[in-house]
């Protein structure tokens, strides 16, 4: 069943689809000694029917560590042309070639094949963060659609908690999707 | 000193000027039970002549408290016109009214001075993130420009890593910046 938060998203994203940016988000997550970590990622849609958000990264980056050891996420995301901002906490999954659960491996296949050869083909590149060959031209050949890069990661967030603030308005508002123990969405007005 | 990160930000603030939202950015930060936090807010520039980034705060807000029990964050800055990403790893202090150091208050004053009217009687409305009385109009009267509200708070942001990735050109170029043991910054080209 659609969460709640998933109507004021979607009209965000359609009322922002002239960016490029508008599906860029920012996700938080907590290094190994504690301290945060932020990143901009790219919103790949839901996994549906589910209300998981799908990203994807690279086995060898440091989200990919972080994530391992602290499975919880803060989303931000700021849409310029509303002027409103959606903040999701959750949890986050990785889903790599061994995962256990097969639809889940299944969706990291279909998610690699409907990727476009640019991005496929970073996951052939030497290891991110890493000191920079100057002589290396990052320009390996184009991966095989059909069979993901062991490399290749699918990662799912799944919200717990929305908060949801439009600034524009007089007096700006402000709402609270909150999943509880029964695993049902309530949302309330909270000030801004 | 400037610190060399402050030039390819100054061309990035500059070249995405246009844009109101160049000058907002995310700042991730760690709750006390040790999940990530991420939200938005709005560059104030920088406490001259040090690198400290400046942004406000209200004392009542959740941030205000991850930070008194976790003074690390990153900040997350994306410029779309430029398509380019700094990551900024850091620690913040808070300075409120009580804060020991005078030169710091006073910088806390005239930063609630050079404030915007909307944005000063901010610092009067209801406690951020509670319930929302549907009874309240939102429309105190404007604070006294010379005499900050005492839940108006200044931060600073004190950078010891920059991670700059520009996402233009083939292949995209990646710099790191580390403050050394001596307080030198150290740059170095690393794997997008």
Chains 1, 2 share one sequence.
Not at 18 to 37: F, K, N
Not at 103 to 111: D, F, P, V, Y
Not at 120 to 140: K, L
Not at 154 to 160: E, H, S, T, Y
């Amino acid at each position: 069943m659609l969460a709640p938060w998933r109507s004021p998203l979607a009209h965000a994203l359609h009322r922002n689809r002239s960016l490029v940016h508008a599906r860029y988000l920012q996700l938080a997550t907590v290094r190994p000694d504690g301290r945060p970590a932020n990143r901009t990622v790219v919103f790949r849609g839901f996994l549906e029917p589910t209300n998981q958000l799908k990203i994807t990264t690279d086995t060898r980056s440091e989200k990919a560590t972080q994530i391992a050891l602290c499975p919880w996420g803060e989303i931000c995301w700021y849409f310029p042309k509303t002027r409103e901002q959606l903040r999701l906490l959750g949890r986050l999954t990785l889903v790599d070639a061994h995962h256990p659960d097969t639809a889940l491996t299944k969706a990291r296949q279909i998610q690699w094949h409907d990727s476009s050869d640019a991005s496929r083909v970073q996951f052939e590149w030497a290891t991110p963060g890493q000191p920079r060959d100057p002589a290396d031209p990052f320009s390996p050949p184009a991966p095989d659609p059909d069979d993901p890069l062991p490399n290749f990661c699918l990662v799912l967030f799944d919200p717990i908690q929305v908060d949801h603030l439009e600034l524009r308005g007089e007096p700006q508002t402000r709402s609270r999707y909150t999943l509880d123990e029964q695993d049902t969405w309530q949302v309330e007005s909270v000030n801004p």
